[in-house]
């Protein structure tokens, strides 16, 4: 019943009667509720017997239903004089927050093959941006996601494209309108370096909690390369996650890194390893080229070392022995031949710079009196070999003037002379 009058008066599907009360506002229906009832009855009898027994209609029929219109429309005027008044409380149930997180960053943009459309003519597959896609998803006119969704959610839309923060987006609800999802198309972007996907949990937790929602609607390719770990930052968040993906499940990525001295000395061996990490190599080769590259000279560049690696785990390292025969700076590349099929190529070359000297390390280190810190630092740069004992030097205020003049360790003077001094690096 609560239902029907409802719908009868016009409430929403978000609102409901929760009980109805009649009352009487005329002054002599509200202290006897029971003399409505009476005078009702009264009138409704009274003309409808004056209507049998004092008009003459020659149907009987005609004659009682006309009787009856009579008493009807005396009683509704006893209700008219009795002032009813009708109390409803409605409750009202506003729709719960729903949340949609989108993935701003550059691997959006990576283009995957697609099926061609029906009837098209050339090749089998196309090959379309992954925020193309959600473009399309987003806009499209037949059953659309958003405004399915808006149905029985309030929206809010987010971006996220760089670590720490989330960036609402315009659904253009202004004035009580519906979202637009055109609008909300247009504002995607892949400017992001990274894809943090727990720093935007983390964001939405501390700058929105106010607002709790009943779910978040994720997009994205779930290529989480920085930030705070992502399943331990939804957990804090404490909301259902329905996650909507891009992008092949398992991609082929190869990626290196250089690990290397930044001083080296002439002459002396030194080892440059190289990191080569894989996901899903499933025993492919791959070929490692390590060379030197001369900083602000003419100089070609010279080769190193390379390697051909079976891919049979997550983690290779390759060490690369080098004996530096030239002086300089230098800028170390290691390069990686992409996988076929292989989307990501950014971090399949890595660099480091490295100084190459030809003579030794001078250090100077100055102290009052030789403390545990001296007694330390010293014996850790004569074992350095681009230091030594030839390139550590020290002066101590306390020490024996005939120390400092006789142990080649001592400086005599802290004030040498200035060509001396500025020998020191």
Request: aromatic residues 8%; charged residues 25%.
């Amino acid at each position: 019943m609560n239902e029907f009058f409802a719908k009868l008066l016009g409430y929403g599907p978000s609102e409901s009667l929760r009980d109805l009360h009649l009352s009487w506002a005329a002054p002599w229906a509200e202290r006897s509720p029971a003399m409505v009832f009476l005078a009702c009855l009264a009138a409704a009898t009274l003309g409808v017997l004056f209507y049998l027994k004092a008009q003459t209609v020659k149907q009987p029929r005609l004659k009682v239903a006309l009787a009856c219109f009579r008493g009807l429309l005396l009683l509704l005027f006893m209700l008219i004089l009795a002032e009813p008044v009708l109390e409803l409380r409605v409750a009202t149930h506003p729709k719960p927050w729903l949340w949609m997180l989108i993935d701003g960053s550059a691997s959006m943009a990576i283009e995957d093959e697609q099926p061609s459309p029906t009837g098209s003519t050339g090749d089998a597959t196309i090959r379309k941006p992954r925020v193309e896609q959600l473009r399309e998803i987003l806009k499209q006119e037949d059953q659309n996601i958003v405004a399915r969704l808006s149905e029985k959610f309030r929206l809010r839309a987010f971006l996220f494209d760089r670590p720490g923060e989330v960036r609402p987006l315009n659904l253009g609800e202004a004035d009580g309108t519906k979202p637009d999802p055109a609008k909300l198309a247009e504002q995607l972007t892949t400017d992001g370096q990274v894809t943090a996907l727990g720093d935007a949990f983390n964001d939405l937790r501390e700058r929105y909690s106010a607002q709790k929602p009943a779910g978040i609607v994720l997009f994205s390719d779930y290529n989480k390369n920085a930030g705070l770990p992502t399943v331990e930052s939804a957990a804090r968040l404490d909301v259902p996650l329905y996650t909507v993906g891009f992008g092949p499940k398992t991609a082929l990525d190869v990626a290196v890194d250089l690990q290397a001295p930044l001083l080296m000395k002439k002459g002396e061996q030194s080892e440059l390893r190289v990191s080569l990490r894989s996901e899903q190599p499933e025993g492919r080769s791959v070929s490692i080229k390590l060379s030197a590259h001369p900083i602000g000279t003419a100089a070609k560049a010279k080769t190193i070392g390379e390697k051909t690696v079976t891919l049979d785990g997550e983690v290779v390292e390759l060490p690369f022995p080098f004996n530096p025969d030239e002086t300089g700076r230098f800028e170390f590349v290691v390069e990686a031949t992409p996988l076929q099929g292989e989307t990501i190529v950014d971090n399949n070359r890595a660099e480091r710079e490295v100084n190459i000297r030809d003579d030794f390390l001078h250090l100077t280190f100055a102290d009052y009196e030789p403390n545990w810190e001296w007694r330390f630092i010293k014996e850790v740069f004569h074992r350095d070999k681009l230091v030594g004992m030839r390139g550590f030097r020290t002066f101590l205020r306390s020490a024996d003037p005939k120390v400092r003049q006789t142990n080649e360790l001592f400086l005599p003077s802290l004030t040498p002379p200035r060509a001396e001094f500025f020998v020191n690096d």
